[in-house]
């Protein structure tokens, strides 16, 4: 029964990943190898430089900081012409009420995502104004699992650490909370995220009665 809750964007709010999925698989085929969707679980939380790191490292091919910077570009691209069709029945299950219900009852809410296309998707679904604060990867540098990200939501809402609680599909997020000092709820299938507090499979398993 925190007073203040973070939630991490893709996976928990949005189901972006198959964007992510399709944006990355096409990059890399274009440079002739493949992407698997179990290479694509590894890049969950991971930021879009990082992301296209490991891509390079496991197709065997190396570039230039330049070249990765403009291939990291195109995949943005890509990806936003799937985002620029996203609207509010992209929500995961549940995400709709349960902001409404949590907002309602008080709770300080802020966003702690890698993602810099965040306050895009926030406003393409129609969630933005749930929020009273915003913590994305166009602010942080340290991706999870360091905690910087949530700590540096909490500091915005102003409550330490202890009284918030962290929306986690990742397992990077979820480390990254429990470094913070967080209390986690997991967003995933049974079995997953083993270190979260509680596993659901989607917020609508967390709202209340009416
Ligand atoms: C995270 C996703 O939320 O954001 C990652 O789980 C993604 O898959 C990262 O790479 C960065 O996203 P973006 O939108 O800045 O490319
Ligand atoms: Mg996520």
């Known amino acids: 029964n925190r007073p203040a809750y973070i939630f991490d964007l893709d996976g928990v709010l949005v189901d972006t990943a198959v964007f992510h999925y399709q944006a990355w698989k096409r990059l890399a085929n274009q440079l002739g190898f493949d992407f698997t969707v179990a290479q694509n679980e590894q890049l969950k939380g991971v930021s879009r430089v990082e992301s296209l790191e490991k891509i390079l490292d ?29 609207t509010a029945s992209d929500l995961l299950p549940g995400v709709l009420d349960f902001l409404g219900q949590a907002s309602s009852a008080g709770k300080k809410i802020s966003l702690g995502s890698a993602s810099k296309n965040a306050p895009l998707i926030l406003e393409k679904t129609g969630i933005a104004r749930f929020f009273d604060a915003i913590v994305d990867g166009n602010e942080v540098t340290l991706s999870k699992p360091n905690p910087e990200v949530f700590l540096c939501a909490a500091r915005k809402l102003g409550f330490p650490p202890e009284d918030c609680l962290v929306f986690e599909d990742a397992e990077a997020g979820v480390a990254a909370a429990i470094a913070g000092g967080m209390d986690v709820i997991g967003i995933g299938e049974e079995g997953a995220l083993p270190e979260a507090n509680v596993l659901v499979s989607d917020l609508s398993k967390l709202l209340q009665e009416k």
């Open 58 to 86: 496991w197709g065997g091919v190396s570039k230039t900081e330049a070249e990765k910077l403009a291939l990291a570009q195109q995949k943005n691209d890509w990806y936003l012409e799937m985002v620029a069709q996203m």
